[in-house]
């Protein structure tokens, strides 16, 4: 009876993660959307959301590591080999149906959630670039005496004018 009520907790602790990542998910579109659109504030809110999440998740993990090592003790199973998967094998159903359920539906969110990291990370990287580029053309607007070279390269020295920073 204590292994069913700890398996029922773990499907809890589970399917809250999978909502969780569902948000974190929501939370990445609205930062696309905001960085797209230049949107400082929202892409702040967005930041603060999505920690706020992120703290939830770390705190449902701790949770979810502590009952899994119960169950390992419960089990008999080593800790280190005590997976979703393996853990469905070693109980019956509906328990394990349940569980393998639990299972193909986190590695389905997580897996959606690492693209979208993926896609923003590309989509910064490109504004970064962009951004870069920008602040380069100004740059070298300022700059007078310019030579050019054979080799087509162009040396410029002494800047004119005023920068407020050299970085970005």
Do not use: W
């Amino acid at each position: 009876m204590k292994l069913n009520l700890m398996l029922e907790q773990l499907l809890g602790l589970l399917s809250r993660e999978t909502g969780l990542y569902h948000s974190v998910l929501a939370v990445i579109d609205k930062e696309k959307q905001a960085a797209a659109g230049s949107e400082l504030n929202a892409l702040n809110e967005a930041g603060m959301e999505k920690e706020n999440i992120l703290a939830a998740l770390r705190k449902s993990d701790e949770q979810r590591r502590r009952l899994v090592t119960c169950l390992a003790g419960e089990l008999g199973y080593p800790l280190q080999d005590l997976t979703l998967k393996k853990l469905s094998q070693l109980v019956d159903e509906p328990l394990a149906g349940r569980l393998r359920q639990a299972s193909t539906d986190l590695l389905s969110v997580l897996s959606r959630v690492q693209e979208a990291n993926r896609g923003t990370k590309k989509l910064f990287e490109h504004s970064l670039a962009l951004l870069r580029g920008a602040f380069n053309l100004l740059n070298e607007l300022l700059s007078s005496n310019t030579v050019y070279y054979r080799t087509g390269n162009i040396h410029r020295s002494n800047s004119t004018g005023k920068r407020v920073c050299s970085d970005i």
